[in-house]
């Protein structure tokens, strides 16, 4: 059984509100799951410390099992320590879109943007 730690949406329209859930991948977003982790509640501002909780000690029991926790999981377990940083690399992210770089183009012919 493939086993994931993520994200399952609650709460209202434009209030979303989100569990920390130990599930196995082939269930939807919001079914069934075996365990919940935490919370995450993206309406709290950044330095409010009930904006993520996590049960840290549960976690790491359901990673020594093998599940593999999502991108934006192991972007909360990396603040908390639990992983280890991953070098992230996205080289178009930095380049310049189609209209931007037409523009650029017309101000510098000759240069590489």
């Not at 790491?60 to 991108?71: E, I, S, V």
């Not at 972007?75 to 908390?80: C, N, P």
């Amino acid at each position: 059984m493939a086993m994931k730690i993520r994200l399952a949406r609650g709460g209202s329209k434009k209030r979303p509100f989100f569990r920390i859930v130990a599930t196995d991948s082939r269930m939807p977003r919001d079914g069934r799951f075996i365990e919940k982790l935490g919370t995450y509640n993206p309406l709290l501002p950044k330095d409010n410390d009930d904006r993520v909780s996590l049960n840290l000690e549960r976690i790491r029991y359901w990673l020594d099992q093998g599940a593999t926790p999502t991108d934006r999981i192991s972007r909360f377990l990396e603040a908390a320590e639990v992983l280890d940083k991953k070098q992230r690399n996205n080289p178009i992210k930095g380049q310049l879109r189609k209209k931007a770089r037409e523009r650029s183009e017309a101000e510098n012919p000759g240069e590489d943007a």
